[in-house]
Each structure stands twice: as C-alpha cells, then as structure tokens.
C-alpha cells in the first residue's frame, strides 16, 4: 500500500465540522504537516506537529495524532465554504529531508 | 521575490520534443524539491538538492528527466523526448534547510504540462 494515505472525498455542510483522516507506515516519522492547495494554486502550509505531540491547536484547526496507530486527523471546525480545496498530509521520516504526500483529501463544502 | 515563482504556468508540448521547467526559490533556501502531480494523484517526489551536495535524484521516473540548480539560486527541470504520460502539473518547492527543525516546504503554484 500507499505510506501515506488519505480518503479521496469528505463533503459537509457550511458550519459543520470536517474532520480528513490520514494513516502513514513509518514509526521513525518526525514531523506530520497538513496543507491545503486550492484550484489553480500551489501548497499551502497549514500546520504541522512533531512526533512527540499528541494535539495541536491553532484556531479553527486541531491535529490529533496516535502515534502508536499510526494517525493523524485534522479537524477544522466552523467549517467555511472557503475551506473547500484539497488537503495533503504528509510525513517526513527520520534521517530523510524529503516530505512524503498522501494523494490528498477533496474537502467540498455546501450550503 | 516573496515566494517560490515557476515558469512557464503552463506548457503545452508535442509529444517528442524537450522541456524545460524553471523554478526561482524563496531567497536563502538552501532547500529546493521537484515534485510531479498527475491529474487525482498525490505528490510524486522527483529531486532534491541542498546546499551544495550532490542532489538526490532517486525519485527521476526516467533518463529523460534531469535537474540543475547552480549554488541555492534557480533550479531548470529538463524532460526530453516528452512523451503523453509525462503530462502532469510540476510543483516546487523550496525551504530554509532540509535537515531537522520543522522545515516548512514553501511551493510555487507549479508549471501544468500538457503533452499532445
């Protein structure tokens, strides 16, 4: 399989929260990253966590990782019908300067 | 500049003929990643150069893909011989150094290739 992957779809309702999963392989990951990249643009950093953390909190967006289970979700409350785009997690393992993307989550979000 | 700039935005090739993808990172980065994204695919790595050590091309899919970046400054991505499989969008991405620290990946908006 994939060492990376993610669901390819997750559609909600404006003002619902979204929640994209997201499984990676290696136990040696350090750093897990979430970015967003909407129709036409490039990645946008939207956050990361370190290996050795467990939640992180910025705004509308929460991480949670299990780090014994091998995931990783981002939850984005409130959700806006500007979060609609498509949502990358990604993983740098240790010893590797290189991320490694999961094929990405198309986050739709309706009225 | 601000951020990462790639040119063209768009190349639309025939099939057969050579390529060339520039990229201009983010100033100060020692760290430059090609990456490919096919239509509903994720990222595909390509290269990575850092600093002055000798890239690591284990993600080039062929003989035909090669790269150069001259010190930390532009980075040229090279297809030759184009072929229809080749079409893709090419992202780059650049960031401050590649080894430890979170090393946030600043990407260009990427050059969408088209091979007919």
């Known amino acids: 399989g994939e060492d990376v992957e993610q669901s390819l779809f997750l559609s909600v309702r404006e003002g619902d929260s979204s929640v994209i999963n997201c499984t990676y392989t290696?136990?040696?990951?350090?750093?897990l990253y979430w970015y967003k990249q909407e129709p036409g643009a490039g990645l946008q950093l939207l956050t990361y966590?370190?290996?050795?953390?467990d939640m992180k909190q910025d705004q509308r967006l929460t991480v949670l990782l299990n780090k014994k289970d091998k995931h990783l979700s981002l939850r984005i409350a409130d959700t806006q019908t500007g979060d609609s785009a498509i949502y990358f997690c990604?993983?740098?393992?240790?010893?590797?300067?290189?991320?490694?993307f999961g094929r990405g989550t198309s986050l739709i979000v309706h009225p | 500049g601000a951020g990462v700039s790639q040119s063209p935005s768009n190349k639309v090739t025939e099939k057969g003929k050579d390529v060339e993808l520039r990229c201009d990172p983010i100033?100060?980065?020692?760290?430059l990643y090609w990456y490919r994204q096919r239509l509903g695919q994720g990222l595909e790595f390509l290269i990575y150069?850092?600093?002055?050590?000798?890239?690591?091309k284990s993600g080039l899919p062929s003989d035909r893909f090669s790269a150069e970046r001259t010190g930390e400054s532009v980075s040229t991505l090279t297809i030759q011989r184009t072929q229809q499989e080749d079409s893709a969008v090419y992202l780059c991405?650049?960031?401050?150094?590649?080894?430890?620290?979170?090393?946030?990946?600043?990407f260009g908006q990427g050059t969408r290739l088209t091979v007919v």
């Open positions: 991405a650049s960031s401050y150094s590649g080894t430890g620290g979170s090393t946030e990946a600043f």
């Open positions: 290696d136990s040696s990951s350090t750093y």
């Open positions: 966590i370190f290996s050795n953390m």
């Open positions: 990604a993983e740098k393992r240790g010893g590797s300067y290189i991320p490694t």
């Open positions: 100033s100060g980065h020692t760290a």
């Open positions: 150069f850092q600093g002055n050590s000798a890239p690591d």
